[in-house]
């Protein structure tokens, strides 16, 4: 099978596409026919070596994907049914999506919704699927269209698109943060009222400034995530999922002592099963499909090596999904 494999030689990094012998997969008492992957951020920074996200070598990357289930020991699946993955450590762990073949635990699998077929999941994909994890942990804390502006972060990418489109199909009032003021046409038509440039918040801020914002999707952290905090009403809610623009937090106690602002953390990677399929399921009632098909390129695997770079150097907005079949 094909797949894309990564390598660490004596310190030595490499990618390459390359044909993979099925048998070395590793164990898993489920194994697919990967019809359709995403190129996620996780995913790039594994492929490029740019961060440590790969923890053991050789390995496929992709850490999700859609297709038929060709053989199961599992009394949850049979063959021919359609499934999903996200997470669950695969592309890091254990041998993920990029590839024609997936061997998996049969328990990281959700069945998937009539709703989609395997394109359009990988189209939604992780970043879509965490979008949808974000708005319910909003929605979990009481936060109504109602009560105000919700801020979206890293507006232009994956999560961020999807969250947008799904934030103003239930009716709220989205401001779309983004270092990318060509992509404003594109992030109205999702959905977003509004468009805040990056840099306003991009910088150490006061440790409480105006109150704006009824709830936040946060996929960048670092100073966007304590200055949103800090800009946060009084007893809203951060959701906060990535760290595009780092991992630090410097920020301070004052919104969530003297405002009572609540940062929720989403995690999609081990997220137990029941909010996924509550996840995949709302997805399927409150995400515009037509939206969905506009934030969405399509490319094939021999592509997904060079798309990384680009994913990480800002130069890709929305979804890319990956044909891994030939």
Same mark, same amino acid.
């Given at each position: ?145 109602? +009560?105000? =502006?919700? /801020? ?10 999807? !969250? #947008?489109?799904?934030?103003?199909? %239930? ?21 977003a009222h509004d468009i805040l440039d990056r840099a306003e918040m991009s910088q150490p801020g006061r440790p409480l400034g105006r109150e704006r914002w009824a709830g936040v999707i946060d996929v960048v952290g670092s100073h966007v995530l304590a200055n949103a905090c800090a800009t946060t009403q009084y007893g809203g809610v951060v959701a906060a999922c990535g760290l595009a623009g780092g991992m630090d937090f410097p920020a301070s106690v004052a919104p969530f002592i003297l405002r009572g602002v609540k940062l929720a953390g989403v995690d999609s990677v081990m997220c137990p099963y029941e909010k996924r399929m509550e996840a995949w399921s709302r997805l399927a009632t409150d995400l +515009?499909? =037509?939206? /969905? ?10 592509? !997904? #090596?060079?798309?990384?770079?680009? %994913? ?15």
């Amino acid at each position: 099978m094909k797949a894309l494999l990564i390598e660490n030689n004596n310190n030595e990094y490499q990618t390459e596409l390359k044909n993979f012998d099925e048998n070395l997969l590793p164990e898993g008492d489920v194994t697919v026919e990967v019809e359709y992957s995403g190129l996620n951020y996780k995913d790039a920074l594994a492929i490029t070596g740019k961060s440590p996200v790969v923890r053991q070598f050789p390995m496929i990357p992709g850490i999700d994907f859609a297709g038929k289930v060709i053989q199961s020991d599992s009394p949850n699946f049979k063959e021919g049914d359609t499934v999903v993955l996200n997470g669950w450590g695969v592309g890091e762990r254990h041998c993920g999506g990029l590839a024609e073949r997936a061997r998996v635990k049969s328990d990281w699998l959700i069945p998937l919704p009539a709703a989609f077929n395997a394109r359009q999941a990988m189209a939604i994909g992780t970043a879509g699927y965490t979008a949808m994890l974000c708005v319910l942990e909003l929605e979990k804390h009481g936060v109504k269209p109602e +009560d105000g =502006e919700i /801020l979206v972060t890293g507006a232009a990418g994956g999560v961020g698109s999807v !969250a #947008i489109a799904i934030l103003a199909k %239930l009716g709220y009032k989205v401001i779309a943060l983004t270092g990318r003021a060509s992509q404003a046409d594109y992030l109205k038509s999702l959905g977003a009222h509004d468009i805040l440039d990056r840099a306003e918040m991009s910088q150490p801020g006061r440790p409480l400034g105006r109150e704006r914002w009824a709830g936040v999707i946060d996929v960048v952290g670092s100073h966007v995530l304590a200055n949103a905090c800090a800009t946060t009403q009084y007893g809203g809610v951060v959701a906060a999922c990535g760290l595009a623009g780092g991992m630090d937090f410097p920020a301070s106690v004052a919104p969530f002592i003297l405002r009572g602002v609540k940062l929720a953390g989403v995690d999609s990677v081990m997220c137990p099963y029941e909010k996924r399929m509550e996840a995949w399921s709302r997805l399927a009632t409150d995400l +515009d499909l =037509e939206l /969905l098909e506009s934030l969405t390129t399509d490319i094939a695997l021999d592509e !997904a #090596i060079e798309k990384s770079e680009a %994913l990480l150097a800002g130069e890709v907005r929305g979804r890319l999904v990956v044909k891994t079949m030939s």
